[in-house]
């Protein structure tokens, strides 16, 4: 996204302009999975000015999460320059073609800063690599998957995981390494059967826009399978705008109307699901054990 299109007004007959800022949930919740650089943020009055959009939406913080290692530093950064976020550190499985031991050496102390609260994101994407030479072939994913999985065990933070097309291969390399204590499946794509597969090993699945689309079946049956206490809700910003403003762009306040479109979907009530969620996402990260900026 370029900076021109910050704030979205210079598309064509308005489909570029943000959707309009929602009422506040009843109860606050945290944006699970964000890309506040990607969203056009450079510099702390940027961040907070996404981050106070975000609460008067109800939303209370964000995980802003690296997809490479230039956003890597940026996002471990960006977690300092505002209370309200927090940061995740990993090389996104579609640019693991080259994965440098400086990379590795880099992310690892990245990863230890009190501010970064989870390994990711990382995982595997069979998508990209069907139609972009660029994109790291399968076994270089993998490879460094495993990596990234040692990684999240060996300093105790959960692991955020990229899934595209890879459902069986993310849940067998899981399994063959030995899972990490906590494992969230950002922009959860599966099924009601990958669903169930996931709460049967203690996984938990993070809903982006994707479950708002009226023509995603498939992923709504299962977000209606999964217990409250085993989900969150996320953006993914700036893709992934949920109904009804899709194909616009996406900002972390956004979360709001994936969480009411969530409660209506399962037939709960906004305010218990959004109770559940803040629970969920605080015992996923740890959040009030990070330490307080200043
Ligand atoms: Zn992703
Ligand atoms: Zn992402």
Not at 110 to 119: D, G, K, N, Q
Request: glycine residues 6%; negative net charge; charged residues 25%.
């Amino acid at each position: 996204m370029g900076k021109q299109d910050k704030q979205g007004k210079h598309g064509e007959r308005g489909k570029r302009e943000l959707p309009p800022v929602p009422e506040p949930l009843p109860v606050p919740v945290v944006d699970a999975h964000t890309h506040l650089d990607a969203c056009g943020a450079a510099d702390a009055a940027d961040v907070s000015a996404m981050l106070d959009r975000a609460a008067s939406a109800g939303i209370a913080g964000v995980v802003t999460v690296a997809d490479d290692m230039a956003a890597a530093r940026w996002v471990v950064e960006a977690s300092t320059w505002d209370s309200r976020a927090f940061a995740a550190v990993a090389l996104h499985p579609t640019r693991t073609a080259k994965f440098t031991d400086d990379d590795r050496a880099e992310l690892e102390r990245l990863v230890a800063h009190p501010r970064v609260v989870a390994v990711g994101e990382t995982g595997l994407d069979y998508y990209w690599t069907r139609f972009d030479p660029d994109v790291a072939p399968p076994a270089a994913q993998q490879e460094a998957f495993r990596w990234h999985i040692e990684l999240s065990k060996r300093v105790g933070k959960p692991l955020m995981i990229h899934d595209r097309d890879a459902h069986q291969d993310i849940l067998s390399i899981l399994e063959h390494e030995g899972p990490p204590e906590t494992v969230v499946f950002h922009c959860f794509s599966g099924d009601a059967e990958m669903a169930r597969r996931c709460m049967e090993a203690g996984y938990i699945v993070s809903f982006a826009g994707p479950v708002t689309f009226r023509n995603a079946g498939p992923l709504r049956e299962a977000a209606k399978l999964v217990p409250n206490d085993r989900l969150l809700v996320e953006t993914d910003a700036p893709f992934l705008t949920p109904h009804p403003f899709r194909g616009r762009p996406n900002e972390p306040y956004c979360a709001a109307y994936t969480l009411r479109d969530l409660a209506e979907l399962r037939g709960e009530p906004a305010a218990e699901l959004a109770a559940a969620v803040a629970d969920t996402a605080e015992r996923t990260f740890q959040l009030r054990s990070v330490a307080p900026l200043g």
